[in-house]
């Protein structure tokens, strides 16, 4: 018998958190979610100031089978004029009547509250991680990027859920990629600095003011991008926060036109090398001990974001960005790079990945429904 339910209590939310680490027993894909972050995503992360989070968990016999949120991003519909929900978090055995369960539970939810499309998965938003992998599923996911059963696309295509867009992932390795960027850059930089344009690391000394910065360029430069909402304060603040702590600057450049910040390229460690190994996602008692001791031994970086405002694209700034990441990295032993998540028709960024021999090795995909 099959019982879905919302998750009204932190022992339900505990179990929300927890139902993947036994999906996936015994996968060596598997990268578990730490359990304080996923905690604080869901009670009391910045985007519940002005949006929704409701999570469901499917029963199955009386045991936990799959969950999935519901999500109402206020500030989504708002920016893009737009009346739509999404669903999130999703993970389920193999059972077409639990995720059929589970999804009418989301659904009936957002359509009480006037919505009337329904895109995902998100979680729980584009700013986070999102997307279903559809495509390569031979590799751990890196840092922040979803990793999920082969079966889950069949499942929501079945249910009525047609293809929105997908989303690639490309991978450059040290042995194959086109160092043309690193050859450029003796005649970029000079070309850029005549026109009053730097590029440099990213000063963590005055972090506060390198925030400011940053955030007007993501708000800006991303704007056109598919679900795309504008940070709130608070929001780009608490990722910033989470990001520091992992933030190698080698990795992080900035780009200025008279000390105004115009662009960023950033680029994190692979942690989910280490986190791999963290069971079921507790940092204590030994988890945090593999975070500081084994961090050195990370060989894969993820470009993160890579961005100009409008007025500067085209100009150099982003094959100086490449040109620097590709050197700092081979500086550090770094093996592969993964270049994600792509929209599939952003043409630009597609054309400049694959300038530098990257390979699409990943597609997730983003789905949507009419209710």
Known sequence: MIHVKAVSSKRELGKF???????????????PELFIAQRDILTKHPFLDHSAIQPFLAYK??????????????????????????????????????????????KEWLTNRGIRTIVGPVNPSTNESCGLLVDGYDKPPVAM???????????????????????LAYEIKADTFNDKPIRLLDTLIPRLEQKG??????NLKNFKAEVEG????YNGAWDKNLGFV??????????????????????????EHNNKIIGFALCIPDINQILIKVRKGRLFPT????????RKR???????ALGVTAPYRKMGIEAVFYGMIIKNGLKKNITTAEASWILEGNQMMNRGIESVNGKVYKRYRIYEQQL
């Open 214 to 217: 940053l955030k007007e360029v």
């Open 298 to 304: 990370i060989n894969a970086i993820r470009i993160l």
């Open 230 to 255: 504008p940070m709130t304060n608070a929001e780009f603040n608490y990722m910033a926060k989470d990001l520091k702590l992992i933030l190698d600057t080698d990795f992080c450049l900035v780009a």
């Open 197 to 202: 344009i730097t590029i440099r690391t990213a």
């Open 17 to 31: 958190i927890d139902f993947p680490h036994e999906l996936y027993k015994g996968d060596a894909n598997y990268v």
């Open 145 to 167: 990027m979803t990793y999920n059963k082969s079966y889950y696309g069949k499942h929501i295509e079945s249910l009525g859920f047609q293809k929105r867009t997908d989303l």
């Open 287 to 294: 988890g945090i001990f593999k975070l500081l001791t084994q």
């Open 61 to 106: 016999d009386g045991k936990v089978a799959g969950r999935a949120a519901a999500i109402l991003n206020n500030n989504h519909n708002s920016f893009n004029r737009v009346n739509e929900g999404f669903f999130g978090f999703f993970d389920a055995i193999d059972d077409a009547e639990v995720i059929e369960g589970l999804l009418n539970e989301v």
